[in-house]
């Protein structure tokens, strides 16, 4: 990122007395050179954050949602007991994120909270992966919202995003029975280390997607809606018969909204791209 052009002052100070531009002429000097366009060196991705992002990052500020009902913000010792995982020893906390850890030989490894879970409501999180090493297959990462009962073949499950790092696109779903499969992506930079912020809003009669702090997609066909209680849910996902990238998968901070704020803009957006599934049931 290149650091601010210095604008000019005018009317310019002369001994400590401000000078007009005439005044400069008679005093035979010259005004400043008006400032001049900057060559455009911003990524080609301009809401990627690698490390800090200045701008907002989170939709529940652009669209006002309020207090978060529930959160994890990853900032207090010791690491909170509340997430539960298939291989516990493999998440924790680090420096105010947590930190899932898949090595070559993991599979796959699932970890959600065991104290929150909605029918309605908007869940969002700061989510990057970081390849260690590359030496092997890349593991697929994705956050979701599953149901607290089972699903059937998969469905019921909400996907927020779910990409290899170095994908073109971030990509999100819903699935209901009668194997519904409703979906779409965003152009995003999912390079390793990479930050982007993932929410959704479900309510009785829609479900709205959120990438980096604008709408992505809303859908109110009823086929979409399934009404299933839901958890959120992290997963790093690889094939157990492979040597995968040893990698991380880490949350800046997980949070829950209620519906009781309406939001401050509208969400009107296109509908999702409709087709069918085998969950191979």
Known sequence: MTSPRRRPLLPSLLGGVLLTGAALAAAGLSAPDAPTAEPDVRPAFADTCIGYCKHPTNAAKVFKWGLEAWRDEFEVDPFSSRWQSDKPKQIGQQNGMLTIKAYADTGSITVWPDDQ???????????????????????????????????????????LASYVPGDARARGSVRTLDNNDFRFSRKRDLRSRAWHTYAVEITKDHISWFVDTKVMRTETRTDALSGAKLRPQFVIEGDPDATMNESWMQMDWVRYYTLKRPNAKSIDAKQMWQQTYDGGC
């Open 117 to 159: 879970a909605a029918k309605y409501g908007r869940w969002e999180a700061r989510v990057r992966a970081v390849e260690k090493k590359t030496n092997g297959q890349p593991y697929r990462f994705t956050w979701q919202l599953v149901p607290v009962d089972g699903d059937h073949c998969g469905a019921s499950q909400v996907t």
